[in-house]
Structures are given as C-alpha cells and as structure tokens.
C-alpha cells in the first residue's frame, strides 16, 4: 500500500484566496456530456472552479447506458498527469473512473510524487444503466487508494463493496457502514441516499477522527426529486465538493453548498431535453436563466 500522506479531515487551507481553486479531475469520457469528465467540468466551473482533465479511459455512451471503453496505454495517463503537475499547482483533485489495476496504480504513483493537497475519490464501479465501468477483481486496487484520498463518495452499492458488507437497505445502516469504512481507512466518507426510497434524499459527511469541534457526523437532506434526469449526479457532486474545499476549506459549508447546488440542478435537469433516457442535470441553471431573464 502506498504511504499515507493525508490525514486531517479538512483538506490544507487555500493558500491563495484571491484566484479560482484550480482542480484537476481524473476520470473517463461521456461524450453526451452528462457525467465522467465532462460532468466534472461542468460543475467545477459552476462552483467557481478552473478545471483541469486527464483521461483514464474513452467512454463511449449516451444517456441509454454504455456502448463500449477504450483505454489508451497507462504510460500516456502518466504523461498526462506529469504534464499538469510539472506546470501548475494543483489545490484539489478529483478522481472519477479507473477501470483497470493498471489505471489504479499509476493514479496511486502520482498521488504519492505530486501531493495534493485535497483528494475527492468518487470510487465509480458501476454506472445507472448497470454497465460496469471498473473491471471485476480491481475493487481491492481502487481500496488502496482510500488511505490516500481527502474524501471518498460512494453511493450504497459501492459503499457496500468497501465495507465488504451487503448493501445497506436503510439510511442508518448506510450511517453505520460509512463510519466502518472512515475508521478502517483513515477517511471522510459521503454517505449518499440517493439508492434509497423514500419522500427525503438525505446526505452525510462522516469522520470517525472527528470533523473540527469534535463532531463526527454533519448531515443534509431534501426532498426527493422525481425526474429521470440525474445521469451523472455522483460525478458532479464529488468535483463539487472538491472544489467548494479548495475554496471555503470547511466540509459542513461546502457540503451545504454543493448540495443545493445540485438539487436544483436535479430540479431544472428536465428543461435541457438532452436524450431519451436517463438525461443530464442542469449544471449552469443559475447562469443560463439569468442570460434569458
Ligand atoms: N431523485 C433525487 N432527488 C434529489 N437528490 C437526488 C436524487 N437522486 C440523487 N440525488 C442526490 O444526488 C447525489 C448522488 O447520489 P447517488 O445517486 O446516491 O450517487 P451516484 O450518482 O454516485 O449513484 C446525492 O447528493 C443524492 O442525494
Ligand atoms: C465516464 C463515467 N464515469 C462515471 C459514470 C457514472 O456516473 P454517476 O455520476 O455515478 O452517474 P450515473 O451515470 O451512474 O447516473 C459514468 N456514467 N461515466
């Protein structure tokens, strides 16, 4: 396993306040736009990010699931990240789909040279349509990596595979697996109800080390939105909260923030009529109605 070299829950302050946090997402394609890379863009530029991209793999797929997955050599990732490093300082990085060992590992070389000071970990295993998008047998590669990261966002069936437990069918076993997974692994966990029924769509941060104050548990909740549209919310929700970190440095702001950030994007996703099945939300709906207003 690799050297730990994150441990404090809350990220290292913004060492410059006065310039947008700059964020690189590390993560695969969507050429629809609504989730992967693209998504990733999208929602760091809304929360007043500069984003940054290096590919991990060429998604092909639509808002009707995933038709195929190029990945190119794992040599031209590395390059990819080094060329970023090497030039600009990054405040916040977040990492979506890996797919490979391969991929997992180089991803793990290069945290441990370049040092981020925030690690968003979206462990992506396997997407709505029910395409995997990590392969069998790399879950134990993508577990390395948690020791490393600032925060991991898995939803229920993927905070089930890091428990090694069955997948939770109540938010308070969802609670209780969250708290697991932190104290075994040294990490924020979002535990996210989005997989759940219900009239409420609650989210939590948890620390078992303890957030600053000494609490372990900040929570949110709001209605849940009946729509089709959330193609891509787990990615757009985790470069959020990278990039609000980068920039409030207090996980209870920015978790508030990106959270109601993305419910009414959620609420505004049906206005874009992007696709015929599971379509995107609405990244820049407060931009977009003022330049109609
Ligand atoms: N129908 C919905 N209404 C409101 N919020 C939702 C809805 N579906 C998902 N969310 C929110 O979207 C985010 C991603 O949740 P989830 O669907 O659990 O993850 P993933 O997209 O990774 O599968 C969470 O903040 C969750 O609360
Ligand atoms: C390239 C790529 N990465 C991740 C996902 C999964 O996105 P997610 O935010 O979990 O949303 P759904 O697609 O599952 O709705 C993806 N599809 N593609």
């Not at 590992?105 to 000071?117: E, N, S, Y």
Request: proline share 6%; with cysteine.
């Amino acid at each position: 396993m690799i050297a730990s070299t994150f441990s404090a829950p809350t990220g290292t302050p913004n060492q410059h306040p006065a310039r947008p946090p700059r964020v690189l997402s590390i993560a695969g394609t969507d050429p629809s736009g609504g989730a992967g890379i693209q998504a990733d863009l999208k929602s760091i530029a809304a929360l007043g990010g500069y984003g940054m991209a290096a590919i991990t793999s060429l998604v092909a797929q639509n808002t009707h699931g995933i038709r195929s997955i190029h990945t190119p050599p794992v040599s031209f990732l590395r390059e990819q990240l080094d060329a970023v490093s090497d030039d600009i300082h990054i405040d916040a990085v977040k990492i979506g789909m890996l797919g490979t060992v391969e991929v997992t590992a180089v991803v793990g070389d290069w945290l441990a040279a370049a040092r981020p000071p925030i690690v968003v970990l979206d462990p992506v295993m396997v997407a709505t349509s029910g395409d995997r998008l990590l392969a069998p047998g790399a879950e134990d590669a993508l577990r390395t990596l948690l020791p490393e990261s600032t925060l991991v966002t898995p939803n229920l069936p993927e905070l089930a595979v890091l428990a090694g437990e069955e997948r939770a069918e109540s938010w308070a076993n969802a609670l209780n697996q969250a708290r697991r997974v932190s104290a075994h692994y040294g990490v924020t966990v979002l535990a996210k109800g989005g997989h759940l029924v219900g009239d409420h769509c609650p989210d939590a941060l948890v620390d078992e080390r303890g957030f600053p104050g000494g609490d372990t548990l900040i929570e949110v909740s709001g209605p849940r939105l009946t729509t089709r549209n959330t193609h891509g919310t787990g990615c757009s929700l985790s470069s959020a909260l990278a990039t609000a970190q980068a920039r409030n440095n207090d996980w209870a702001l920015s978790l508030r923030e990106c959270t109601a950030w993305l419910r009414d994007s959620i609420t505004h996703a049906d206005d874009l009529e992007v696709g015929s099945g599971n379509g995107p939300i609405n990244h820049f709906h407060t931009l977009w109605s003022a330049a109609t207003r």
